[in-house]
């Protein structure tokens, strides 16, 4: 038994696996064992597409920070990425900016830049209305990534646990979210149990792991997550609707990787004060775990994150996730 692995699910484990109508959802591999196998993989086709690279080219960069300042950098066309303009420029930037706008898109601070573009760098406080908009929708979608993480590894070995998916971020909505699907009937989780996710979620926030993108064909992206029926059937349907019709853009996060169009925060140290809020019982087995989080540079008082406790306790309303019949 991992030493990882929260000792108080394993009640759970040896309630459930003794009754009759218990559901194991299909054999499954340790985690580790399955992370592991996506982590070679993932690394596998990085390098791939690194030695796809021709000689360095380079670009222009035009910076533009405060009071329309432009500042223009040369960097290396399909290998620097934003954060290594920040380098260039100074350690505030480098360490505050949470994500990018390249030539007006939404752009991971960690993408690699394709050609010649105007940058903008956002912190988790702009001041432009549309980007601050941008930036909490980048931060909601980051943390419900890492919840699935975090609960992707959390049970014990004998009790299955499928990541289905997470909905587009919906700041309004009080909570973060992920669907899961569990081979336990009726869980109800004590106070305790919320507790310790949240800090194990609060554990990996502060390892401070970088989120790597990387874009793959679906026939890779099949074989990386082979191990989950969910996303091996959202992965056609995902395809189709990149720019190749065939491209699947995947995350890595420390040891976890997961599917999302993203993008998604510089870092986990992004990430403050948080709280697992709620489980809801979905359909078939699916449970919707639900939590709140703050960026790392905002604090407010206990009263305060307490209000946004209760109002994350809420069923969130995204979607409820479609499950073909067996």
């Not at 988790?124 to 990534?145: D, G, I």
């Not at 995350?251 to 992004?270: E, F, K, N, Q, V």
Request: charged share 20%.
């Amino acid at each position: 038994m991992a030493v990882t692995r929260f000792q108080f699910l394993s009640t759970f484990s040896r309630q459930f696996s003794s009754i009759s109508n218990a559901h194991i959802v299909q054999p499954k591999l340790r985690i580790e064992e399955i992370r592991g196998k996506r982590i070679s993989i993932f690394d596998k086709e990085y390098k791939r597409q690194q030695s796809l690279i021709p000689r360095l080219e380079k670009i222009e960069v035009a910076y533009e920070g405060f009071d329309n300042e432009t500042t223009t950098l040369v960097m290396n066309k399909g290998v620097s990425t934003p954060y290594n303009c920040a380098q260039h420029i100074s350690e505030h930037l480098m360490k505050n900016s949470v994500v990018a706008e390249v030539n007006g898109e939404i752009w991971d601070l960690h993408r690699p830049i394709p050609s010649d573009c105007t940058l903008k760098l956002l912190s988790m406080k702009p001041e432009n209305q549309h980007q601050a908009s941008l930036v909490n929708k980048t931060f909601w979608r980051s943390c419900s990534y890492l919840l699935g993480a975090v609960v992707e590894g959390s049970f014990q070995d004998d009790i299955s646990v499928t990541l289905h998916s997470f909905p587009p971020a919906n700041v309004r909505s009080g909570s973060f979210v992920y669907d899961v699907q569990l081979s336990l009937d009726d869980w109800v989780p004590s106070l305790n149990d919320f507790r310790q996710i949240a800090a194990t979620f609060q554990k990996f926030v502060r390892q401070n792991h970088t989120f790597q993108r990387l874009d793959i064909d679906s026939s890779v992206a099949l074989k990386m997550f082979e191990d989950n029926a969910f996303k091996a059937d959202q992965i056609p349907h995902i395809a189709t609707k990149s720019s190749s019709g065939n491209t699947v853009t995947v995350y890595r996060c420390g040891d976890h990787i997961d599917i999302s169009r993203g993008p998604m925060i510089a870092s986990t140290s992004l990430v403050g004060r948080c709280s697992i809020a709620a489980v809801h019982r979905l359909d078939s087995r699916i449970y919707r775990f639900q939590g709140v989080a703050l960026p790392s540079e905002i604090y407010i008082n206990h009263f305060a994150f307490g209000i946004l406790e209760t109002r994350a306790r809420k069923l969130n309303p995204a979607r409820t996730p479609e499950l073909k019949s067996n």
